[in-house]
């Protein structure tokens, strides 16, 4: 599926979309040329991740359809190494077909990291 960039992955403004595609019952990947990010689904290892979509991104997609939220990893070898970011998340609008990026503000949400190490969720 390619999904339209309405608000972009911070450092990758040029990219105005991406191919999004399931690796696996966890790990996803979004593609624009040589650029690529892994994904994981959040609803798949941590259930209280939840957070107000900041008013500014709101217009930007349709909050009443069905969103996927998503997070980048950083995959490291061993796997459990692999860190994953809770504070930028990734939303998805299947729907719509966009994608944006949130930045959340750390100090409304303490729990979340920026590079959460994935051992601790699988």
């Known amino acids: 599926m390619i999904v339209e960039v309405v608000q972009p992955i911070f450092?990758?403004?040029?990219?105005?979309?991406y191919k999004f595609k399931k690796i696996d019952d966890f790990?996803?990947?979004?593609?624009?040329?040589?650029?690529?990010?892994?994904?994981?689904?959040?609803?798949?290892?941590i259930d209280n991740y939840h957070f107000d979509i900041p008013k500014k991104y709101k217009n930007s997609?349709?909050?009443k359809n069905d969103?996927?939220?998503?997070?980048i990893v950083t995959?490291?070898?061993p796997i459990e190494e692999s860190t994953i970011n809770f504070l930028a998340p990734i939303?998805?609008?299947?729907?719509?077909?966009?994608?944006?990026?949130?930045?959340?503000?750390e100090?409304?949400?303490?729990?979340?990291?920026?590079r959460q190490p994935i051992k601790n969720f699988i």
């Open 75 to 77: 995959i490291l070898n």
């Open 107 to 114: 100090k409304k949400y303490p729990n979340f990291g920026l």
């Open 61 to 63: 997609i349709d909050t």
């Open 91 to 105: 939303l998805i609008s299947k729907k719509e077909n966009k994608l944006l990026q949130i930045v959340l503000d």
């Open 11 to 17: 450092g990758f403004e040029h990219i105005y979309k």
């Open 27 to 45: 790990f996803y990947t979004i593609e624009s040329g040589n650029i690529s990010f892994t994904l994981i689904d959040s609803s798949m290892i």
């Open 67 to 71: 969103i996927q939220v998503y997070n």
